[in-house]
């Protein structure tokens, strides 16, 4: 490895970091017990829901059983899952239909009680999440609304410690009225033994947007940075685990490691499936849209997500993006439809091998100018060799180069080169480099991913390499104008993968997607740019990796 090319080298996923991706990436299956709670906190999200009291036990048996799969999590939520009757019921049911982890979140009042705090232990209670906003009773219960719950939720904790059996770790929700105290908070509880904090960003919804709490506990995250960053450096410490949840990753730079797994975008589609599906079958927005959208942890993924809605209803995307190696759920008909608007201009089609891709090419579904990506270029060759026009016939224009061996025989073909920058393909671009340097035809594309293990497994840092190519002729793709300033600007672009059988937006292909292609942020420090109103930045997982440093504003 070359100078350059070390001092590029993404940092190695450390052990913490794997720990919390494995986390984030088992199966979860939520199920509620009740819609009650013996607490009133001031910024519950359920706080504007009925209150439909306990589920009935068929129910909540019958549910844990539905989402059962080997190494799944069971999280027994509410209200508060431990007011429920039969909740040490339903722990041994979880125990017994297999689950490898049982987890609660409570506000713990319940397991100040010592016999219940034993018997959910017995059960099979595996962690508890204790909801813990304050490290006084002063704080903690003006939050919570409970006079003496403090007290009563650190007797369950100091149960659950000295009994051993069950894991025990805090969620602090930052808002106006601890945000100031966080940093003391930690240190309380790291004093009782605990080492795992989730710091939730207060979120514009249920009782905290109620006109009397509205004010008092959102803040200003400019303002209070000084005392969360005093908190979140205590992520550093040996056997700590800080997680932040919903908040705003312009605030990481420098602890980027804080940044939240994108994938966590998946449970909060789930929490509100419903408000989506209205928007995906009659266009339907939020109804929390408007105002509340400025100090939302999801403004910019239902934006984008309004984006492509409008996008389909009005025909206005240029190219079509198809990846026939995940097998696009569009039905044959609706994706007639698609192709036969006289809008396409162009498309990028993905396959494993060139006879895949012709099938799509042969039949002259695909209008207007093509990118091909194949796995394995070989075949694709030799009808080149043989039979050209079969390929000029589809309007094919560029090539897309993934794999370091297949970028020298690629760039002798007449067509336009799109080689993407990984650790594999770096070395031989660097050889080619000369041979490449004058050519405006060549587009050297970095890529999102989905992963933080793939992404430090792939990605150079990307700085470091396009600095080596800034004097050439080359253009860029996927990187910001300050990191090279021959950027290809991509045209409005439909997805297949986004869509259901019908054409409508499927939830699921969306947030994948949203996650892989469109999850981006830029710096703070990118105010002061000149492209600040145009520029997206750079890809979440590429910010995790690599840092807001990459990031180097240009002045106006």
């Known amino acids: ?24 990436h088992q199966h979860r299956h939520w199920v509620r017990t009740t819609y009650a709670c013996n607490n009133h906190c001031t910024f519950c999200l359920d706080g504007d829901a009925p209150n439909f009291g306990h589920r009935r036990e068929a129910e909540v048996r019958a549910d844990i059983e539905a989402g059962f799969q080997p190494g799944a999590r069971l999280i027994l939520s509410g209200g508060e899952a431990s007011i429920h009757p039969q ?48 490290h006084t009773s002063e704080l903690h219960d003006t939050l919570t609304g409970i006079p003496g719950g403090f007290a009563q939720a650190l007797r369950g904790m100091t149960n659950l410690l000295k009994d051993g059996r069950i894991v025990v770790n805090v969620d602090v929700v930052i808002n106006g009225l601890n945000y100031k105290a966080l940093d003391d908070i930690l240190d309380f509880y790291m004093r009782l033994g605990i080492h795992e904090f989730d710091l939730l960003q207060i979120v514009p919804f249920g009782r905290a947007w109620r006109p009397e709490n509205r004010a008092w506990l959102f803040y200003d995250v400019d303002e209070a940075f000084p005392y969360l960053n005093r908190a979140f450096k205590r992520a550093a410490a040996p056997g700590n685990y800080i997680w932040t949840n919903r908040f705003p990753v312009a605030y990481l730079e ?50 984008t997500l309004y984006a492509l809605g409008e996008q389909l209803a009005s025909d206005a995307y240029a190219c079509l993006e198809i990846d026939l190696r995940e097998q696009p759920a569009v039905g044959p008909e609706t994706l007639q439809a698609i192709l036969a608007k006289n809008h396409l201009t162009s498309w990028r089609l993905r396959a494993q091998n060139v006879a895949a891709a012709l099938l799509w090419l042969d039949s002259g579904r695909l209008p207007g100018a093509g990118a091909l990506e194949l796995d394995d270029w070989t075949v694709f ?30 760039s002798r073909l007449p067509f336009e080169l799109e080689i993407t920058v990984t650790k594999t393909t770096e070395p031989e671009l660097m050889r080619l480099k000369s041979a490449l340097a004058g050519r405006s035809d060549v587009v050297l594309a970095y890529p999102s991913v989905e992963t933080l293990t793939e992404a430090t497994a792939t990605l150079v840092e990307p700085a470091a390499f396009f600095a080596d190519w800034r004097e050439t002729a080359v253009r860029s793709r996927g990187v910001p104008e300050c990191i090279h300033p021959l ?14 059988a019908d054409g409508r937006i499927d939830m699921s292909g969306y947030t994948r997607d949203y996650i892989r292609f469109d999850y981006h942020a830029a710096s703070r420090r990118c105010q002061e740019c000149k492209n600040r109103d145009d520029c997206r930045g750079l890809h979440l997982n590429t910010l995790r990796v690599f840092g807001f440093k990459t990031l180097q504003p240009i002045s106006r």
């Not at 000029?392 to 970028?407: F, Q, T, Y």
Request: net charge negative; glycine share 6%; with cysteine.
């Open 1 to 24: 490895m070359s100078e350059r090319q070390a001092a590029g080298a993404p940092p190695a996923l450390d052990s913490t970091a794997q720990t919390k991706e494995a986390a984030v």
């Open 87 to 134: 909740f040490i019921d339903f722990v041994a049911h979880g125990k017994k239909t297999g689950y490898a982890w049982i987890q609660t979140i409570t506000n713990g009042r319940m397991f100040a009680y010592q016999p219940f705090a034993l018997q959910a232990a017995a059960a099979g209670l595996s962690e508890v999440t204790f909801s813990m906003h304050g």
């Open 254 to 303: 420098g602890i980027e490691h804080l940044i939240q797994d994108p994938h966590k975008l998946f449970d909060e589609m789930r929490g509100r499936r419903e408000e989506f599906e209205r928007f995906t079958e009659r266009g339907e927005k939020l109804q929390c849209a408007g105002e509340r959208c400025a100090f939302c942890f999801l403004q910019d993924y239902c934006q």
């Open 381 to 410: 060759l030799k009808i080149w060799e043989t039979t050209p026009d079969r390929l000029r016939a589809h309007g094919l224009r560029r090539l897309v180069a993934s794999a370091p061996e297949s970028i020298e025989t690629l």
């Open 487 to 500: 950027v290809e600007a991509d045209p409005p672009t439909l997805r297949l993968s986004a869509l259901a």
